[in-house]
């Protein structure tokens, strides 16, 4: 791994700690947004890590209102989340992509997750309250990442996969 890889990495875990203090309810925050970004940019192992170290960041700054066993478990549905993004954009190779990656994670974080956590907690009561705004932070942070990633590429004149 070259300098220049290693100090995407970096930037783009700062810009997760940040995200993971600007809370939408909850642990639900802007930490996964920079994690998208390094999956779409930087692929899927990028997004993982990114993803994992973001929520961990998160559910730090709010305390781990689920406890740190359910909230560890998070970090790994986001490392998937974040993964699996990358994954499928780098498969694909039209600007389509996005919208695909996107609903791709969106069914691993908020369905899978959810389903994943409420095992955990051995409650299914979980679901209801959490499902609008885990689904309102996903769009929100999904949303950014494929914009900031779209306007990369077009102000840098990279491809879709740069």
């Not at 890590?49 to 961990?56: E, P, Q, R, S, Y």
């Not at 986001?78 to 993004?85: N, Y």
Request: glycine share 14%; charged share 5%.
């Amino acid at each position: 791994m070259n300098i220049r890889v290693l100090t995407k990495y970096a930037l783009l875990i700062a810009v997760c700690a940040i995200g993971g203090q600007i809370h939408l309810w909850g642990s639900i925050s802007f930490d996964s947004s920079p994690a998208f970004v390094g999956a779409l940019v930087l692929g899927p192992a990028a997004g993982a890590i990114l993803g994992a170290l973001g929520h961990l960041a998160a559910a730090t700054y709010s305390g781990f209102p689920l406890g740190p066993a359910v909230h560890g478990v998070v970090a790994l549905i986001m490392a998937c989340t974040a993964g699996m993004v990358g994954v499928t954009f780098h498969k694909m190779t039209s600007s389509f992509s996005y919208v695909v990656s996107g609903i791709v994670g969106y069914i691993i974080n908020v369905w899978i997750g959810l389903a994943i956590t409420a095992l955990m907690m051995g409650s299914t009561e979980v679901i209801g309250p959490m499902w609008g705004p885990l689904s309102l932070g996903y769009v929100w942070n999904y949303v950014l990442a494929a914009l900031v990633v779209s306007q990369l590429n077009r102000v840098f004149g990279g491809t879709k996969h740069e």
